[in-house]
């Protein structure tokens, strides 16, 4: 099977940019030609360049770097800020530069052609054993030329020697559709390449933004969607999603919130590894609800990573404090990353891709984006929806807790867009909101959705004090919950309520039990007569025994001496003794 | 006409870079001995380099495209590109007065 395979597919060589290699499904067509296309300033050399860096270093493929357009001087200068080793490789042998700048001066008399140049290319390449070209801005030599017949005419002798020599070669060229010369120039060299990757640069609210698209790739598939990119520190990076397809095992835990009492309104805390998104107007207090988050994180000995687009890292740590946050330890030991980013210093791509390595470098449980609808500041906010979906799922593939803050007027949530959609992706959405009543206005905390856990539904306050935050108890009136100083006159005439019931309560315990004492009082003397009574009766009965007995002898002796017999007299007198008890 | 000239060839000093046998070096060649001879009354001496077979000196020099003349003398200077067969350019290239129609 995999031999079969083989035989339709067709060979690559990987460019060792991870995203090129992701949307190519594997690199550039192997021994043949790519065009780069783009316009100025897309990155095309940078790309062209990593190729034949990436080539000579990491596969054993040496290179040619043909420069039509920027001297090499200066492409290797630029090469030296992304950390590749120009010199070491061209001390090697592995990679060499050309440099072929048309010197303005030149006086053309007539027709000419590349043949030159490229047998001394084909000879370079022979001696070093070159398996990559690139011709960076074909676009200038073929201006050069001049003529319409003369470019075409070279262009396919430019074919002809790249087939022969089975290089695997990248063109690069400025395209602009809108030019009918470029037009026409672009036709005939995507005819004569078997893959066409563009690079586009472009401003959307004074932003720059940067995307890559396959355009063409002769016999084999390819990512067809445009894609994210940006020029960082590695060089040119794609926002690739190629972990897309991939399924993440839901993780079961339950995370704190930092509030306590949130937590029981939310079964226990949010899911560890969902996404939660706290909306509300300025000022609601979502950054607090957040360090209370990272606070919690901190106490359970977590790494936790705050990024804040409004405040800077002390002040983060000052305003939270006001109310009882406590995260200068933490940041001071380093479990708690606070960052400070300026929202509109890059495109939302690259926010992403440096959130992404800041994720990756400290290696957090629980992480902050504050607010996220700053990233919608780089680049509108269709842009700041895909990074936002990016985002979450960097988090959700490493199962780190995210809670993101947006702007979002209004009390009810529902009815307002969230300025960037990304309420649908999150799994938990808290909204916080002002309520004014009685002339005042009070912060409202509503749970607006929170995926797989019972919730409830009530609006609760949320109330900040020095000792930290909290969420006060509800009471209701006419089917509003309380807010302000009316829950507190609420809960002062409760609380006087219930202590005169309680009074109430101890004053007929007292009184029960003094009854209750009086009784026992009287039903011990009752006994105690009881007693009295039983011990006088015992002593009345034995007295009358003895006096029976003597009386009893002393009829015996009566009888005895008058020799009489009457034993039914003695009986019947004991029974009129009976009777009279 | 040729008196008009402010160069001799004595003090012209050429190198002609060419790729093998193509046709447009074969022309350049003989074009550039046409005008020459034209202008200077004689041809100078010209370097012809290969690049084909020499193409470390080519690239020294700088050179991209073939044919190219390079006048070495006198300085400073000056490419020449194509096969030469465009007078008016190369009447310039040698700062000679251009012919009035």
């Keep these: 099977m995999a031999s079969t395979r083989r035989l339709v597919s067709i060979a690559k060589a990987p460019t060792g940019n991870r995203g090129f290699d992701d949307i190519t499904r594997g690199g550039l067509p192997r021994g043949r030609t790519t065009l780069l296309a783009g316009g100025p300033g897309s990155g095309k050399t940078i790309v062209a360049l990593e190729t034949l860096v990436k080539g000579a270093r990491d596969f054993g493929e040496p290179g040619i770097f043909v420069a039509f357009e920027e001297q090499s001087r200066a492409i290797r200068e630029n090469a030296a800020t992304f950390g590749w080793d120009i010199p070491a490789l061209e001390a090697a042998g592995t990679l060499h530069f050309f440099d072929a700048q048309w010197d303005p001066s030149t006086i053309s008399a007539g027709d000419f052609e590349l043949t030159g140049l490229l047998a001394m290319i084909r000879a370079k390449a022979r001696e070093m054993g070159a398996k990559r070209l690139v011709f960076d801005a074909i676009d200038i030599l073929l201006t050069v030329l001049n003529d319409p017949a003369a470019e075409r005419r070279e262009l396919l002798r430019l074919q002809q020697w790249l087939v022969e ?33 563009r690079l586009e640069q472009r401003v959307e609210g004074r932003v720059t933004i940067r995307t890559a698209r396959v355009l063409k790739y002769r016999g084999s598939g390819f990512a067809e969607n445009e894609m994210s990119a940006v020029i960082g520190p590695q060089g040119f990076e794609i926002a690739s999603v190629s972990s897309g397809d991939k399924i993440f095992a839901a993780p079961r835990g339950r995370v704190s919130s930092g509030v306590e009492r949130l937590d029981t309104m939310l079964s226990g ?30 106490a359970r000995g977590e790494r936790a990573l705050y990024v804040s687009f409004d405040e800077s890292a002390d002040e983060i740590v000052r305003n939270s404090s006001s109310v009882g946050i406590r995260l200068a330890g933490h940041a001071k030991s380093g ?23 800041l994720i990756a470098a400290h290696n957090p449980t629980c992480v902050v984006v504050d607010p996220v609808s700053a990233l919608a500041k780089g680049g509108g906010t269709l842009a700041a929806l895909t990074v936002c979906e990016g985002l979450l799922h960097v988090t959700k593939a490493r199962g780190i807790t995210i809670v993101c803050t947006s702007l979002l007027d209004g009390s009810e949530p529902h009815a307002e867009a969230s300025s960037i959609e990304i309420s649908t992706v999150a799994d938990t959405w808290i909204h916080v909101s002002y309520t004014i009543q009685a002339g005042e206005r009070n912060r409202a905390l509503t749970i607006v959705k929170s995926r797989g856990t019972r919730h409830s539904n009530q609006v609760r306050e949320l109330v900040l004090s020095e000792r930290g935050i909290t969420l006060a108890d509800v009471y209701t009136s006419g089917g509003e919950v309380l807010m302000g100083t009316m829950r507190w006159l609420k809960e002062q005439t409760d609380q006087s ?16 039990e003094a009854a209750q004492a009086e009784l026992a009082s009287r039903q011990r003397a009752l006994e105690h007569e009881m007693r009295v009574k039983q011990s006088e009766l015992a002593r009345l009965s034995s007295s009358e025994v003895v006096r029976n007995d003597a009386t009893a002898r002393h009829h015996l002796e009566l009888s005895r001496k008058r020799s009489a017999d009457h034993p039914a007299k003695r009986n019947g007198s004991r029974a009129q003794r009976a009777g009279r008890k | 006409m040729s008196g008009s000239e402010s160069e001799s060839a004595g003090n012209v000093l050429l190198r002609l870079y060419i790729a093998g046998a193509s046709p447009s070096s074969g022309r350049a060649l003989s074009n550039l001995r046409a005008f020459c001879e034209k202008h200077f009354g004689s041809c ?16 020294a020099d700088g050179v991209i495209v073939t044919p190219t003349l390079v006048r070495l003398a006198p300085a400073p200077p000056q490419k020449i590109v194509g096969d030469l067969s465009d007078e008016a350019r190369l009447r310039a290239a040698f700062e000679l007065p251009a012919i009035d129609a």
């Design chain 2, 44 to 59: 100078p001496e010209v370097e012809v380099v290969d690049v084909v077979k020499d193409a470390k000196q080519a690239l």
């Design chain 1, 335 to 357: 479990l708690l990353k606070l960052q400070a980013r300026r929202a509109d210093a890059c495109s939302a791509d690259a926010q992403l891709l440096q959130l992404q390595a």
């Design chain 1, 269 to 298: 805390g949010y899911f560890r590894g969902a996404s939660v998104l706290i909306t509300g107007s300025p000022g609601t207090s979502k950054s607090t609800l957040s360090c209370a988050f990272v606070e919690a994180a901190c």
């Design chain 1, 497 to 512: 309520d219930h202590a005169r019931a309680q009074l109430d309560i101890e004053q007929r315990r007292r009184e029960i």
């Design chain 1, 165 to 197: 020599n089975q290089l695997t070669a990248i063109v690069t060229g400025k395209i602009d559709a809108d030019d009918p010369v470029l037009a026409r120039r672009n036709t005939l060299i995507q005819f004569m390449v078997d893959a066409v990757l």
